[in-house]
C-alpha cells in the first residue's frame, strides 16, 4: 500500500517562499507514475499546482509557472515543492498525490494534506 | 478545460438517491473524467475514473456516467459516511482541472 505523506511550516509570510516536502513509503518513487502536488483554499476547490516524473521532468500549471518549482530526490523517495512570493491567496491546505498508468493516469493515492497560512 | 458541479449543496436523508452533476466547457475526450470524495482530515478518495469505472473498494453503490460534457456521479443509497464533499476532475488536457465541488449533507 503506497503512502504519502506532506510536511513543511505550518506558517510563511508573504512575499516569502513556501516549500513542502512529500515523503513516499509501500513503493518505488521511481517507475511509470507522476508525483503532483494539488491545493484547496480555504472553501474553494482544489487546484492541480503540477507534477514530477523520478527523471526530473515536470509539468506545472500555467497559473503558477513564474513561481512554481518541484524536485525529486530518488534517494529519499521524496518529492518536494517550492511556491515562491506568496500571498494570503496561497493559503491552504496542500496535498501530494500519484498520477498513474494503473486508473487511466487519475490520482490514486494521496497524502493527507498539510495546512500552510500566509500571514505576518 | 472548466468543470462546473452543482447542486453545490445536496440535501438528502439517509437511504436516498443523490445525483451529482459535472458539466465541462468542452468535450473531454477519451474518457478522462474521474470523480474523488473528500472527507474532513484526509486527502481525497478516488471514486471512479474512465468516467464510470469504480476503483479499488468502492462500492457498488457509487457509479459514474455521461459522455462529452455532461457527467453524472450517482449515490443509489446514501450511507452516513457519504454525507460528504465530492469532486469531479478532468485529465483529458493540461492543465488538469477540478469542479468545485459538491456537499452532500444529512437534511
Known amino acids: 500500500q503506497v503512502q504519502l505523506e506532506e510536511s513543511g511550516p505550518g506558517l510563511v509570510k508573504p512575499s516569502e517562499t513556501l516549500s513542502l516536502t512529500c515523503d513516499v513509503s509501500?513503493?518505488?518513487?521511481?517507475?511509470?507514475?507522476?508525483w503532483n502536488w494539488v491545493r484547496r483554499p480555504p472553501g474553494k476547490g482544489l487546484e492541480w499546482l503540477g507534477e514530477i516524473y523520478h527523471t526530473g521532468t515536470t509539468n506545472y500549471n500555467p497559473s503558477l509557472k513564474s513561481r512554481v518549482t518541484m524536485s525529486v530526490d530518488t534517494s529519499k523517495n521524496q518529492i518536494s515543492l517550492s511556491l515562491r512570493s506568496v500571498t494570503a491567496a496561497d493559503t491552504g491546505v496542500y496535498y501530494c498525490a500519484r498520477r498513474t498508468y494503473a486508473t487511466t493516469w487519475t490520482f490514486d493515492y494521496w497524502g493527507r494534506g498539510a495546512l500552510v497560512t500566509v500571514s505576518s | 478545460i472548466v468543470l462546473t458541479q452543482s447542486p453545490g449543496t445536496l440535501s438528502l436523508s439517509p437511504g436516498e438517491r443523490a445525483t451529482l452533476s459535472c458539466k465541462a466547457s468542452q468535450s473531454i475526450s477519451s474518457r478522462y473524467l474521474a470523480w474523488y470524495q473528500l472527507k474532513p482530515g484526509q486527502g481525497p478518495r478516488l471514486l471512479i475514473y474512465g468516467v464510470s469505472i469504480r476503483a479499488t473498494g468502492i462500492p457498488d453503490r457509487f457509479s459514474g456516467s455521461g459522455s462529452g460534457t455532461d457527467f453524472t456521479l450517482t449515490i443509489s443509497r446514501l450511507e452516513p459516511e457519504d454525507f460528504v464533499l465530492y469532486y469531479c476532475q478532468q485529465y483529458t488536457s493540461s492543465p488538469l482541472t477540478f469542479g468545485g465541488g459538491t456537499k452532500v449533507e444529512i437534511k
Open positions: 509501500g513503493g518505488s518513487i521511481i517507475g511509470g507514475d507522476w
